[in-house]
Structure formats: C-alpha cells, structure tokens
C-alpha cells in the first residue's frame, strides 16, 4: 500500500512539476497531494534555498504572510537541531525532531517556538534534485497528542522531495524569466504545439544567438530550443510521459555552456512549451561575496562552504589543501567581513543578503507577482 501511494503521489508531483506553475500556485497544489499521503497539522512550511549557499530566500506557509524574526535568529543564530542546512547536508536528506532529540523534543529551541504555533512534532525534508543540488525545503508539523510521523510517512516524503525540487528550480526559473531583475537573468521563449514563435522575453536573442544553428533575425531558433520543448510538450500527453525532464545542456559559440530547461504550459486545452535559457552555473554569491567584501577567489569558496555547512577538514579535502591553509583563508575572512566565527558569518552573510530576499519575496508573494531566488542584489 504504502509503495502504490508513493507512486501515485511521486506521479501527481511530476506532473504538477512540468506544467510550468508559478511557485505559489505550485506549492499549492503539492500541499493537496502530500496531505492526502501524509497527514499533518494546518499547512506546510515550503522554503525556497540558494543551491550556492543553502540559504533561506523565501518562504510560504498559508496564513502566515510574514516569517517571524525569532525564527530565522534561531535557524542562524541558535545551538539547535533539524535546522534547513543541516538537513540539506545529510545524506537522508530528512529528518524528524523527534529522531535529532533522541526522542526528547524539549531540549529543542525550535520545540518550544513550534508549540507556540500549536505543532509539536516536526518533520524537515529538503527538495534535492538527483544531481545533489538543493532547491528548497519543507516542514510538516502535528499537533500534541497526535502519533509520532511514521517510516513509511517520512520514507514517502523524502521520494517525493526530487519532484518538488524540480518544480521549485522551474517555477523560480520562469518567474526570473518572464519578469527579469537584471542582464544576467535568464531568457524565455513560448512555443505552439505548432512550433510556432508565441512570445518571448526582451533580452533573450542575446541568448539565443549564442547557441548553435539559430538565426533571431531570420526567425529561425536554434535546434537545441526546438528540442527542449519537443520533451516539453510530451508531459503533457499524458500520464505515460510524466516526469520527463526537459533539460539540455549546450555548448555555446562563445564556448561557454548554457542550460535550456523546458516546461509544459497547459490552459483551456491548449497547450504551450516554455524553454528557459540560462548560464550553466550562475553563482550569483560569487560576484556579490567579492564586490561587498572584496574577496578573493579562493576565500569565496571558503566562505561558500562554510555557508553549507563544511567543517574545516571537509574544506580542506575538498579544496586540497591543508586545514592550516583553510584557516588562514578563514582568518582573512572574518577580517574582511568583520565577524569572529563561522556562526557569525553565516549570519551576516544571511541577514545582509539573503534576509533581505526572504522580505521582498513576502511582499512581492502578497502583490502576486514572481518570487526570486538567490541573493538579494545591492
């Protein structure tokens, strides 16, 4: 039984991933299917994460139009357990707080701040797509008294975390898209089921006419865009198809690479495919790290691990260096952005960057307008 509604919900989730959602809408209608495989208290807690960092930059829980301040303190400040990061660094990548307390939940700062929403046991499981990257989170909750979340329940959430990966990753890619912050945003085509030009965003011939065998100015696309939405379209023929991950990675003329990632547009029985164009590794936290503490290369991938979570011997095999040198990086870190431990760190570089990010996607989530990812620019 437990496999069969696995499935099921694994299928919804897929679909729902490839219709091109707004991220809203999209959280919405996830919410429906995992409730009817996981019971939970009132709602979920959906986050959005920077893959870069593995930060908080938005969030949405019905009802709830604003994250309290208590609770990012404690997620960035607190010794505590179950927090985002720590969860996305896991192998599991889920967890309960009743497992990380070793069965005693008091002893948690977040228990407490939990019951004063009326939850007590919590469920953390963050959306991490099958190449590692993480994309988002999510918290299910239950009120005193009711069981404990169950194997087969958090075994159930955590397949369903890659599809909803997906469709965190697409919907923060179209809302980018189709309202851009800036030149380095990605670029948005929409195509007929005819392979007819629908629209497209100011700014995406740049991205075109960087990809092989495409013509902007004769009104012809590259075969790589056609391709894309060819795999688009074929989720939405029906269920047979469903979880098809419209992706492409190309080699542009400048030689650099460039990602295409397709998504079915499905309204009043028409159907449309929307191609997203963008960078193969935008990191976004690179640039913003070396203009507002002129860092070095080297000490932004420092920072950038410490970020996630890396302790210093992780740092060191990773980078292949010794600690030593991974702490002389760390030093000049600290003195550039004025802080004295990692946890410091992490906060500045939260509450400066991203906190800001968290605030405008509240606002900009209540005017019904795209939410962002990644840092907040400036």
């Known amino acids: 039984m437990a496999t069969y509604a696995q499935k099921r919900a694994g299928d919804r989730i897929a679909e729902l991933a490839a219709r091109g959602y707004d991220l809203v809408t999209f959280w919405r209608e996830a919410t429906e299917v995992v409730a009817g495989a996981v019971p939970f208290y009132e709602t979920p807690c959906w986050y959005t994460l920077d893959p870069a960092s593995l930060l908080v930059t938005s969030h949405f829980h019905e009802g709830l139009d604003t994250l309290p301040p208590e609770w990012l303190a404690n997620e960035y400040y607190a010794d505590d357990v179950n927090k985002l990061a720590d969860v996305a660094r896991s192998d599991r990548g889920v967890s309960t707080l009743h497992e990380a307390t070793g069965g005693d939940p008091a002893r948690s700062p977040r228990w407490h701040f939990n019951m004063t929403m009326g939850g007590d046991q919590e469920l953390i499981a963050v959306l991490r797509t099958p190449m590692g990257e993480v994309w988002g989170g999510v918290g299910l909750y239950r009120e005193p008294g009711a069981p404990l979340f169950g194997c087969e329940e958090i075994e159930l959430v955590r397949s369903l975390a890659p599809c909803l990966a997906d469709?965190?990753?697409?919907?923060?890619?179209?809302?980018?898209?189709?309202?851009?912050?800036?030149?380095?945003?990605?670029?948005?085509?929409?195509?007929?089921?005819?392979?007819?030009?629908?629209?497209?965003?100011?700014?995406?011939?740049?991205?075109?006419?960087?990809?092989?065998?495409?013509?902007?100015?004769?009104?012809?696309?590259?075969?790589?865009?056609?391709?894309?939405?060819?795999?688009?379209?074929?989720?939405?023929?029906?269920?047979?198809?469903?979880?098809?991950?419209?992706?492409?990675?190309?080699?542009?003329e400048s030689g650099t690479w460039v990602v295409l990632h397709g998504a079915a547009l499905v309204a009043d029985g028409a159907r449309r495919a929307a191609v997203i164009i963008e960078p193969a590794h935008p990191a976004r936290i690179s640039p913003l790290l070396m203009s507002a503490y002129e860092l070095t290369p080297r000490e932004q991938e420092v920072t950038r691990l410490v970020l996630q979570g890396e302790s210093t011997a992780e740092i060191a095999e990773r980078l292949v260096v010794s600690p030593h040198t991974v702490q002389q990086h760390l030093k000049r870190v600290f003195e550039k952005t004025g802080v004295r431990s990692r946890r410091d760190l992490v906060g500045k570089v939260f509450f400066t960057h991203y906190e800001p990010r968290l605030r405008d996607n509240e606002r900009r989530m209540l005017a019904n307008q795209p939410l962002r990812g990644g840092p907040y620019p400036g």
């Open 167 to 252: 469709g965190a990753r697409r919907a923060l890619l179209l809302g980018e898209a189709t309202d851009p912050e800036g030149p380095g945003s990605p670029g948005l085509v929409v195509l007929t089921d005819a392979w007819e030009l629908e629209s497209a965003t100011p700014g995406v011939e740049r991205w075109l006419s960087e990809l092989p065998d495409g013509d902007w100015e004769a009104g012809r696309l590259p075969s790589a865009v056609y391709a894309v939405a060819g795999r688009a379209l074929r989720t939405a023929d029906g269920p047979d198809a469903l979880g098809e991950v419209a992706v492409a990675r190309v080699l542009s």
